[in-house]
């Protein structure tokens, strides 16, 4: 009987002294007084920096989400502008503490890259823009077209099974960076740009002549958006996952960066919990009672998040569509707090 209390004492102290082991980059975040960040070089709508290299769009705003919460000052955070290819790299060394740059939710990433996908901030599916002088309506005419492409994303097989699927032919010109791959096709060195439909609308804004391109109706593949941690931190992958939550729940219970203080003070049970004068759920996640307060302060809630950057206040203008509401016809979809 000793012996199994022993055994029992031990595991648990090895368990313990594993968690605490893991648990370590919010500690590291505080002590460095900063949140490193980890975003695209230049995507408008989901992060891209103005001349004087102040930093917007959807996934900026996650980050600012997840200082807010951990600092009540979404301003600390050190944005590192990373590409396709070196962005799960910075991830795994502890370059950045969060990936947040339009990166697609797939297995093979959410499994073989030491990572964990913590949402979704957009939906989203790839898609083709071509010059109007085409005179090309429907993606399925794109047969023996050369198209350019970005290496290190999703957008290459996903082509690939798309032209098979449709017995086409096509050439790829694959580049390392986005700007070059948009460049490339300005210059005419292919027929048709590839990369996510999101990504063709704030692309498009880039071209000396935005109305002379369109973006065509094919939608060919799932691409889900969202930010990722590294293995082995439990406490961390929670702080970003609820943080995504706490912004989508806020649209849900009508809290704006506007009424935040005044929903704060209502008897409602639910707006209580929400915004932390009931219950100890900021704690348990190792922050404080008013974490989406902080949140909603620094950034509005999702619904703000997405049309300041994004939606019908931004010069992209895209639809909410599937990023709407689960109660208004789309997936977005938060977990109570409680």
């Not at 704030?202 to 391109?213: E, I, T």
Request: glycine residues 8%.
């Amino acid at each position: 009987m000793k012996r199994v209390t022993l055994a029992l004492t031990l595991a648990l102290a090895a368990g313990l002294s594993a968690q605490a082991a893991d648990a370590q980059t919010l500690k590291t975040v505080k002590d460095r007084g900063t949140l490193s960040c980890g975003v695209s070089q230049g995507l408008p709508g989901f992060s891209s920096p103005d001349d004087k290299g102040n930093w917007t769009g959807i996934d900026v705003d996650l980050c600012r989400a997840v200082a807010a919460a951990i600092f009540n000052d979404p301003t600390k955070i050190k944005f590192v502008p990373l590409s396709a290819k070196d962005r799960f790299t910075a991830l795994q060394s502890g370059e950045v503490d969060v990936l947040s740059r339009n990166t697609t939710w797939t297995i093979s990433r959410d499994t073989s890259l030491g990572a964990n996908f913590t949402g979704v901030t957009y939906y989203d599916g790839q898609g083709f823009m071509v010059k109007k002088s085409l005179k090309v309506n429907s993606a399925l005419e794109l047969n023996s077209a050369s198209v350019c492409v970005q290496t290190g994303t999703t957008t290459e097989q996903n082509l690939a099974d798309y032209f098979k699927a449709n017995n086409m032919k096509y050439e790829v010109i694959a580049f390392a960076t986005n700007d070059e791959t948009v460049k490339a096709y300005e210059a005419g060195r292919c027929d048709v740009f590839t990369t996510d439909q999101s990504g063709l609308y704030a692309n498009r804004l880039k071209l000396a002549n935005p109305n002379d391109h369109m973006v065509l109706p094919e939608i060919i593949s799932k691409e889900p958006l969202g930010p990722m941690v590294r293995h082995g931190d439990d406490q961390w992958f929670d702080i970003v996952k609820w943080t995504l939550f706490a912004l989508v729940t806020a649209e849900e219970l009508g809290i704006t960066s506007k009424n935040v203080d005044e929903k704060a003070k209502l008897e409602n049970p639910e707006l209580k919990r929400v915004l932390g004068s009931d219950g100890n759920f900021g704690e348990q996640l190792g922050l404080t009672k008013d974490w989406v307060v902080r949140i909603v302060k620094a950034t509005g809630n999702y619904g703000e998040v997405f049309d300041r950057n994004v939606g019908a206040g931004s010069p992209l203008a895209i639809n909410r569509g599937l990023n709407n509401l689960w109660n208004k016809g789309g997936l977005q979809y938060a977990p109570p707090i409680r």
